[in-house]
């Protein structure tokens, strides 16, 4: 497992200045947070520091977790309300997907000798034969497999 970072960008692209802005994420072990700016209480995103996702600003916030193998997606929900002079309200919401495939490489290795395990006898100047069944019982594809005998035989799987 590896550290995984989200960025979410929030666009104001409407004709009113949002409050609240709030953004949530469908993982409940993801918890996003603003992205300040340098000396700021608000967010980088907020130039005039008011607080309001004003008309046309891009706010950034930011998540931080482990990856898992495997496929994983998510959903991330930004939301801010307006009030009008007649103290009418109206929520503004917008979700946005995302997801990865975490890589999990694995292999094993069955060495066997004349079709065996392990405890076979064999007399001396019999034939012996020696099998390799390797397996890669991970998720992604692997390449260039060599497998290398400690007898110095080496053999490139096909």
Same mark, same amino acid.
């Given at each position: 497992? !590896?550290?995984?970072?989200? !960025?979410?960008?929030?666009?104001?692209?409407?004709?009113?200045?949002?409050?609240?802005?709030?953004?949530?994420?469908? =993982?409940?072990?993801?918890?996003?947070?603003?992205?300040?700016?340098?000396?700021?209480?608000?967010?980088?995103?907020?130039?005039?520091?008011?607080?309001?996702?004003?008309?046309? !600003?891009?706010?950034?916030?930011?998540?931080?977790?482990?990856?898992?193998?495997?496929?994983?997606?998510?959903?991330?929900?930004?939301?801010?309300?307006?009030?009008? =002079?007649?103290?009418?309200?109206?929520?503004?919401?917008?979700?946005?997907?995302?997801?990865?495939?975490?890589?999990?490489?694995?292999?094993?290795? =069955?060495?066997?000798?004349?079709?065996?395990?392990?405890?076979?006898?064999?007399?001396?100047?019999?034939?012996?034969?020696?099998?390799?069944?390797?397996?890669?019982?991970?998720?992604?594809?692997?390449?260039?497999?060599?497998?290398?005998?400690?007898?110095?035989?080496?053999?490139?799987?096909?």
């Amino acid at each position: 497992n !590896e550290p995984i970072s989200w !960025e979410y960008t929030v666009t104001n692209i409407g004709n009113v200045a949002l409050s609240g802005i709030s953004v949530t994420d469908s =993982d409940g072990g993801v918890t996003p947070v603003a992205v300040l700016g340098n000396g700021h209480v608000t967010n980088i995103g907020d130039s005039n520091d008011n607080n309001m996702l004003d008309a046309g !600003e891009i706010w950034k916030f930011s998540a931080t977790g482990t990856s898992v193998a495997g496929p994983y997606s998510n959903t991330g929900t930004a939301s801010g309300s307006f009030t009008d =002079d007649a103290n009418h309200t109206r929520t503004a919401t917008a979700t946005d997907d995302s997801g990865y495939t975490g890589a999990d490489p694995h292999i094993t290795l =069955d060495k066997k000798t004349n079709g065996v395990d392990h405890g076979l006898n064999i007399f001396q100047g019999q034939p012996v034969t020696w099998t390799y069944d390797v397996k890669n019982d991970g998720n992604v594809a692997l390449a260039h497999v060599v497998v290398t005998d400690d007898n110095g035989t080496a053999g490139t799987a096909g």
